[in-house]
């Protein structure tokens, strides 16, 4: 039986990737930070099923005695500061996270076992202010928030210790990719929630910042496979995993609200507050090398997603 740790198993690709492993015969552990509250909503329903170990991406000692504990086959880190505007108003913390973080857990690896596979969640905000389109694994890198900067550094760490240490060290370069699991602060997330409540009559508004704002947006349960199959591949590598469409916030607040028969222009308002200070223009990804090498292929499309977003919403609002 393989084992498998994974950095961020209470966020949306972290309860998702459990699930597929669990499914493929893991032992699934994850690592979670010590807090006064738990959050484990997203894995409650697999929570028999794996293993918590505590440990924390700013403290190089517990995550040597968390990677010493479950003494995995694979790492898979997914734990960051995540979320692009809290990156502006904590740039050193985000860089403590989800740059630093990773230097600490390859360290780990290389301290504890160096035949641990690892895999590292990279990101299209490092692609920034893109250099070409659409984007693939050679374009050069140009982030354009210090969560994209943070990133940049996490990736090109990775590369390097897989270069330096011969480290089976994976990049997956993975575009937006949302779900019903994603947090409210998230865009997709915050205009299927609030399209249900104004469907409800809970609210009768929703203020957005750029509409015109494109994005590649897939579907997160299909992006942690990919992320699995890099690790099983006899290579480590990087590679893009994107849905090679793009849409604007606009079109995914037409959606949205057109699926629910509401007209979006009577509800929707403009808040400069929330229109980012570096706005990334153009994310479109290429993911032919992974098709190919990897034979991935995404299952859901943009319109299903965000109808099914909706769909989980528009009853979690109900069951309140």
């Known amino acids: ?24 015969g893991y032992e699934v552990y994850g690592m979670v930070r010590r807090s006064s509250s738990e959050n484990f909503g997203r894995i409650e329903h697999i929570r028999e099923k794996i293993k918590l170990v505590q440990a924390d991406l700013l403290d190089q000692f517990s995550i040597i005695s968390a990677v010493k504990e479950s003494n995995p086959d694979e790492i898979y880190n997914l734990a960051a500061q995540t979320f692009v505007p809290t990156s502006w108003a904590q740039p050193v913390l985000t860089g403590e996270f989800t740059a630093l973080g990773v230097t600490r857990i390859l360290e780990a690896i290389r301290h504890v076992n160096k035949d641990i596979k690892f895999y590292q969640a990279s990101s299209s905000e490092m692609f920034g202010k893109v250099q070409e389109v659409p984007q693939k694994e050679t374009t050069p890198l140009y982030p354009r928030s210090p969560y994209g900067v943070a990133k940049v550094y996490g990736h090109y760490i990775t ?16 575009f937006n990719h949302e779900s019903p699991r994603r947090g409210l602060e998230f865009v997709t997330r915050k205009v299927t929630y609030n399209a249900a409540k104004i469907k409800l009559g809970l609210s009768n508004e929703l203020y957005m910042g750029n509409l015109d704002a494109k994005r590649d ?25 994107s849905m090679g469409k793009t849409h604007s916030v606009q079109e995914l607040i037409e959606i949205a609200f057109g699926y629910l028969n509401l007209d979006w222009k009577k509800y929707v308002k403009i808040d400069e ?43 979690l609002l109900t069951c309140k």
């Not at 994974?6 to 998702?16: A, C, F, L, W």
Request: proline share 3%.
């Open 1 to 24: 039986m393989k084992r498998a740790l994974i950095t961020g198993i209470t966020g949306q690709d972290g309860s998702y990737l459990a699930e597929l492993l669990l499914d493929k």
């Open 159 to 174: 590369v390097n210790y897989r270069e330096s240490y011969n480290i089976f060290g994976c990049s997956g370069i993975l």
């Open 217 to 241: 947006w897939g579907f997160a349960g299909d992006y942690v496979e990919a992320m699995w199959l890099m690790l099983q591949h006899d290579k480590p590598d990087n590679y893009v995993i």
């Open 273 to 315: 507050r929330f229109i980012r200070p570096a706005e990334v223009d153009l994310l479109i990804g290429d993911a032919g090398k992974a098709r190919e090498i990897l034979k991935w292929e995404p299952k859901v499309g943009f319109e299903q997603l965000v109808k099914m977003m909706v769909d989980s919403d528009y009853k």
